[in-house]
């Protein structure tokens, strides 16, 4: 019989057997049976002798196996529930109604946090989901990492579609001793870049100076992007031991180290860089008494010198801002915040700010002041450059800016920021408020959540259509107390509509309130079904 190649019979098969008949020792199955029969007859044949054909390759080597985790499984209605959550990847609609159901993909963050803090390690079984739902959604990986432990970075190394892991944060990964130096030195030498910022990380909380040598051991070798993460991982409790360090990272060939570094010294009030910006910055701004009443003036300075180059002053202003105004902005935000009183005749910080500004400097200065309050976690200047929440945001006493007063509501405790916040929707309601919201503790203080609702309730009332606050909406669904959701169920009726309403805005708020109470309801039960699960009583003997 002649040889049919396999080629031959998929040329046969594209061009069809009318116009490429199969070759002529191709045989029929049968008398009388048609071409395309012979043809697949052939096929099948080829198909068999191939498969019969093939050696086996060698075998590769099994991976290591996967570490172990000591952490407790969640109960098994939480594991459903996850299951349930990474396999809705609808998300909601792009526009339109949204309807009365949750959002699920909303949800699962607060899954994982919550699991987290009850100190729960993933299933095994969810770990591909998990990862998959990580690489989507780069707003869950911090959780889905801590939460997937050492035995998802394991898997990770086995798909490249999760290498993200590899490269992320370091939660779950499984650390040597920081007493033991050996294995602290292997792992600092091979290990991945998240493991080497874990091992960092463990290390200055177990013994500062041999982790600033650690460190120090490698950092003329390390990539400039790298060096910029080491040292921005310092942030996490940064102390005047990492002085020396960072005074020699102050010379680094990379000008975001330099910049960072300088950063970073700024928030320790008794290092040597923060004496000499404090110098720099006290020349340009002062006291004057001459007038009727005092006055704080403001000399920036004329040029921008090696040594201010060197603690980290960019020279260069952005498109649009004048050299010396961009240069006392760096100085003051730069300075401790401890040099103004006994600068500006021992006032307070709420005095100081209060005071007149010469020449139309107080919007710089004052926007120096904020950056400087923000980086030095100061709540006292915090205070007095928010001031009353009932203040106008346009004649506020320290920026007008919502995103400047978000930074410096951060650094308040969280009962005192959310009634800051409560106040301000009270007098200034929703629309100024969607940034400030964002920096609660979660779930939001009673006063908070009690103002957001009632803000939400006026909206309605005035017969507007909801979606221009989306925004706040889907926050009080992550944000409000689950327990609230029973006194909002009065908020899920139709309401008349007002003269003038916009037309079936009553419907579009009854979804709203609806949605938000489904989710309340639903957050509650995921956070009950989490709760550990008691042992069963031992039995009487």
Same mark, same amino acid.
């Given at each position: 019989m ?6 031959d ?7 069809g057997?009318d116009?490429?008949? @199969? $070759?002529?020792?191709?045989? =029929? *199955?049968?008398?009388?049976e048609?071409? %395309?029969? #012979? &043809?697949?007859d052939?096929?099948?044949l080829?198909?068999v002798?191939r498969?019969?054909g093939?050696l ?5 080597a099994?991976?290591?196996?996967a570490?172990?985790d000591e ?9 459903r ?5 990474l396999?809705?990847r ?8 949204r309807?009365?159901?949750?959002d699920?993909t909303?949800?699962?963050p607060q899954?994982?946090?919550?699991a ?5 390690r993933a299933?095994?079984s969810?770990? @591909? $989901?998990?990862l998959?739902a =990580? *690489?989507?959604?780069?707003?869950l990986r %911090?959780? #889905? &990492?801590?939460?997937a ?9 086995l798909?490249p579609e999760w ?6 944060a370091p ?18 030498d091979?290990g991945l ?6 091992l ?10 041999t982790a600033?040598?650690l ?6 070798t ?5 060096r910029?993460m080491?040292l ?6 940064l ?25 970073l010294l700024?928030?320790?009030p008794?290092s040597?860089f923060?004496r000499r910006m ?11 008494r001459t ?6 003036t403001?000399?920036a ?8 180059q060197?603690?980290g002053?960019?020279?260069d202003p ?6 010396r105004s ?6 003051v ?15 307070t910080p ?7 500004v010469?020449?139309d400097?107080?919007d710089e ?7 400087a309050a923000?980086?030095?976690r100061d709540?006292?200047?915090a ?10 945001p ?6 007008s ?7 410096l ?6 009962a ?6 409560a ?13 400030l ?5 979660v779930?939001w ?6 103002a957001v609702?009632?803000?939400?309730d006026?909206a ?6 909801p979606?221009s606050?989306?925004g706040v ?7 409000l107390?689950?327990g609230?959701?029973d006194?909002?169920?009065v908020?899920t009726?139709v309401p008349?509509?007002p ?6 805005a009553?419907?579009?708020?009854s979804?709203a309130?609806?949605?938000l109470?489904a989710t ?8 009950a ?6 042992p069963p009583?031992s039995p009487r003997?």
């Amino acid at each position: 019989m002649t040889t049919t190649t396999w080629e031959d019979l998929v040329t046969s098969a594209l061009l069809g057997t009318d116009r490429r008949p @199969p $070759a002529a020792g191709v045989p =029929a *199955r049968s008398a009388g049976e048609d071409a %395309p029969l #012979a &043809l697949l007859d052939a096929a099948a044949l080829h198909t068999v002798r191939r498969r019969a054909g093939l050696l086996p390759g060698p075998a590769a080597a099994l991976p290591e196996p996967a570490p172990d985790d000591e952490r407790p499984v969640p109960p098994e209605p939480a594991r459903r529930r996850l299951a349930h959550l990474l396999a809705d990847r609808s998300g909601s609609p792009s526009g339109g109604r949204r309807g009365a159901a949750p959002d699920l993909t909303e949800l699962l963050p607060q899954w994982l946090s919550a699991a987290n803090a009850h100190g729960y390690r993933a299933p095994a079984s969810v770990l @591909p $989901a998990l990862l998959d739902a =990580a *690489r989507a959604r780069t707003d869950l990986r %911090p959780a #889905a &990492l801590t939460f997937a432990g050492p035995r998802g970075l394991w898997l990770a190394r086995l798909n490249p579609e999760w290498r993200y892991a590899l490269r992320g944060a370091p939660g779950g990964t499984a650390l040597p001793d920081p007493a033991d130096a050996e294995a602290v030195r292997d792992l600092w030498d091979e290990g991945l870049f998240a493991e080497r910022v874990a091992l960092l990380g463990a290390v200055r909380a177990h013994d500062p100076d041999t982790a600033a040598a650690l460190l120090a051991s490698t950092w003329s070798t390390e990539r400039a992007e790298d060096r910029l993460m080491f040292l921005d991982s310092l942030r996490t409790g940064l102390s005047d031991a990492d002085e020396p360090f960072l005074e020699q990272a102050l010379t680094d060939r990379s000008r975001n180290v330099r910049s960072t570094a300088a950063e970073l010294l700024s928030a320790l009030p008794r290092s040597a860089f923060a004496r000499r910006m404090a110098a720099r910055a006290a020349t340009c701004v002062g006291l004057d008494r001459t007038g009727p009443e005092a006055t704080v003036t403001v000399e920036a300075p004329h040029e921008c010198d090696a040594g201010m180059q060197r603690d980290g002053v960019q020279p260069d202003p952005p498109p649009g801002r004048g050299e010396r105004s961009w240069w006392l902005g760096q100085l003051v935000e730069a300075a401790p915040l401890t040099v103004w009183p006994a600068r500006l005749g021992g006032r307070t910080p709420t005095d100081i700010v209060a005071l007149p500004v010469a020449d139309d400097w107080g919007d710089e200065l004052h926007a120096a002041w904020c950056r400087a309050a923000v980086r030095q976690r100061d709540p006292d200047w915090a205070r007095a450059l928010l001031g009353p929440p009932t203040t106008p945001p346009a004649t506020g006493p320290g920026t007008s800016s919502l995103a400047e007063r978000s930074k410096l509501l951060s650094i308040l405790p969280d009962a005192e920021r959310a009634l800051w916040v409560a106040d301000f929707i009270a007098a200034h309601g929703l629309s100024e408020a969607f940034q400030l919201l964002g920096v609660c503790a979660v779930p939001w203080a009673e006063p908070l959540g009690r103002a957001v609702v009632d803000a939400l309730d006026i909206a309605r009332d005035a017969g507007s259509y909801p979606w221009s606050f989306s925004g706040v909406m889907g926050l009080a669904e992550r944000c409000l107390d689950p327990g609230q959701a029973d006194r909002l169920e009065v908020l899920t009726a139709v309401p008349d509509e007002p003269e003038g309403a916009s037309p079936g805005a009553g419907g579009y708020w009854s979804e709203a309130f609806q949605r938000l109470v489904a989710t309340l309801r639903l957050r509650a039960a995921m956070h009950a079904e989490l709760l550990p699960v008691a042992p069963p009583p031992s039995p009487r003997t």
